[in-house]
């Protein structure tokens, strides 16, 4: 695994994006596998830059996100739908039609997930999967459980992840109990992982997830297998490793 130690978030999202870029520049054509929450958002941002000033050319990019809530719509400003419109879609010129997010409007939870792994495999697998890490250290929404699950699934958010992210939300009555997400299969055939952390809130998480035993009860910690994983992270999440 490689370490890169950032000084502060925006220098993380700063090297994060340079890698993500080295990807679109080494290949057009790549497959992104893209990740929501606060973590990637100064990532995206540092994205849309280098694509206004003409360094970047998203127009033969494929992009597959990691998970989405169950029954938001894209159209809900909560959705990860709306999410990433809002950061980065709506912002460069990738293709809309080529940006695959989980269908959280779709009620039947086997058949989102069937067509979801169905677009994965169709695509070719995912070049440079993007990830953030959960507090609990989940990677997109796959929660510690007793079992890694392999192929995109229905599941039942955590206590500590609803908490989480009812920031975002007007109470954590209004944070849906369910979310489709890409399983762990799918990221770990990424050809890349790449990470991004900040803020000491994550540390114990980073030191459990690449320090501890690989275990289901922390999601991120099979990561330790992957062949070529990169951990973007800032001084205050590596501060117990
Ligand atoms: C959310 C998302 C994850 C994200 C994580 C951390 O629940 N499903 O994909 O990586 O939690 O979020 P944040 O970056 O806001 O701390």
Same mark, same amino acid.
């Given at each position: 695994?490689?370490?890169?130690?950032?000084?502060?978030?925006?220098?993380?999202?700063?090297?994060?994006?340079?890698?993500?870029?080295?990807?679109?520049?080494?290949?057009?054509?790549?497959?992104?596998?893209?990740?929501?929450?606060?973590?990637?958002?100064?990532?995206?941002?540092?994205?849309?830059?280098?694509?206004?000033?003409?360094?970047?050319?998203?127009?033969?990019?494929? $992009?597959?996100?990691?998970?989405?809530?169950?029954?938001?719509?894209?159209?809900?400003?909560?959705?990860? !739908?709306?999410?990433?419109?809002?950061?980065?879609?709506?912002?460069?010129?990738?293709?809309?039609?080529?940006?695959?997010?989980?269908?959280?409007?779709?009620?039947? $939870?086997?058949?989102?997930?069937?067509?979801?792994?169905?677009?994965?495999?169709?695509?070719?697998?995912?070049?440079?999967?993007?990830?953030?890490?959960?507090?609990?250290?989940?990677?997109?929404?796959?929660?510690?459980?007793?079992?890694?699950?392999?192929?995109?699934?229905?599941?039942?958010?955590?206590?500590?992840?609803?908490?989480?992210?009812?920031?975002?939300?007007?109470?954590?009555?209004?944070?849906? !109990?369910?979310?489709?997400?890409?399983?762990?299969?799918?990221?770990?055939?990424?050809?890349?992982?790449?990470?991004?952390?900040?803020?000491?809130?994550?540390?114990?998480?980073?030191?459990?997830?690449?320090?501890?035993?690989?275990?289901?009860?922390?999601?991120?910690?099979?990561?330790?297998?992957?062949?070529?994983?990169?951990?973007?992270?800032?001084?205050?999440?590596? $501060?117990?490793?």
């Amino acid at each position: 695994m490689n370490i890169i130690r950032a000084k502060d978030y925006h220098d993380m999202s700063q090297k994060a994006a340079a890698v993500l870029a080295a990807q679109i520049i080494m290949k057009p054509d790549c497959v992104l596998g893209l990740a929501t929450g606060s973590s990637p958002v100064g990532t995206y941002a540092q994205l849309v830059a280098w694509y206004e000033n003409g360094a970047l050319d998203f127009s033969k990019v494929t $992009s597959v996100n990691l998970d989405e809530y169950k029954g938001l719509s894209g159209d809900n400003d909560q959705s990860y !739908r709306h999410f990433m419109d809002q950061h980065l879609f709506s912002k460069v010129n990738i293709d809309i039609q080529r940006t695959f997010v989980p269908d959280g409007t779709e009620a039947d $939870s086997e058949k989102a997930c069937q067509i979801h792994e169905q677009t994965i495999a169709d695509v070719g697998g995912i070049d440079l999967q993007l990830l953030g890490l959960g507090h609990n250290g989940h990677i997109g929404f796959n929660e510690p459980a007793d079992t890694f699950t392999a192929e995109t699934h229905c599941v039942d958010l955590t206590e500590s992840t609803i908490q989480a992210n009812r920031r975002f939300f007007a109470s954590a009555d209004d944070v849906p !109990r369910q979310a489709y997400t890409m399983g762990i299969r799918a990221i770990m055939q990424a050809r890349k992982v790449l990470l991004v952390v900040s803020g000491a809130d994550k540390a114990k998480a980073v030191k459990e997830a690449f320090f501890g035993p690989i275990t289901p009860q922390v999601p991120a910690s099979i990561l330790q297998l992957h062949k070529d994983v990169t951990l973007v992270a800032d001084e205050a999440a590596l $501060s117990m490793i």
